[in-house]
């Protein structure tokens, strides 16, 4: 039994057209199956940030714990429901059409409560909106 067979001059050849299907199956199944970020079609102004604070502006202080308790000025909100929690902050307003807005959150504050107190705003038509921050410890105002 020889099992070598006999001698040969040609070349192996290696054949590509297998390897070029599956190349190709694969980019058409990656680009069907790809789903697109909705973030690129969206055009947003981001908020620009700046150690100088206006005092003129009369604003609605709304502060929420680390319970997710809300607090409009100095007063505590027995129940954190929306339609409260605008009627708490149409009165707080006055009579002010589009007062600002200032939340004060704590750091470890649920996102749902910060959201709630921002939606709430919409609703009412308060448009300007802006968040309470102080200075990393360290460094100071001037920085």
């Given at each position: 039994?020889?099992?070598?067979?006999?001698p040969s001059d040609e070349?192996?050849?290696?054949?590509?057209?297998?390897?070029?299907?599956?190349?190709?199956?694969t980019l058409i199944f990656l680009v069907l199956?790809?789903?697109?970020?909705n973030e690129a079609r969206l055009s947003i102004?981001?908020?620009e940030a700046s150690a100088?604070?206006?005092?003129?502006v009369p604003s609605l202080r709304v502060t929420i714990d680390v319970k997710g308790q809300f607090y409009i000025g100095e007063q505590q909100l027995l129940n954190a429901t929306p339609e409260v929690l605008r009627?708490?902050?149409?009165?707080?307003?006055?009579?002010?059409k589009d007062?600002?807005?200032?939340i004060h959150a704590d750091a470890q504050t649920p996102h749902e409560a910060v959201v709630r107190v921002m939606d709430s705003a919409r609703r009412l038509g308060f448009t300007r909106l802006t968040f309470a921050t102080q200075q990393p410890s360290?460094?100071?105002a001037r920085e």
């Open positions: 039994m020889n099992f070598r067979g006999a070349e192996p050849e290696l054949n590509l057209i297998p390897l070029i299907d599956v190349l190709l199956m199956t790809t789903s697109f970020s102004r981001l908020p100088e604070v206006k005092q003129d009627a708490a902050l149409l009165r707080a307003a006055a009579g002010n007062p600002l807005v200032v360290g460094q100071s």
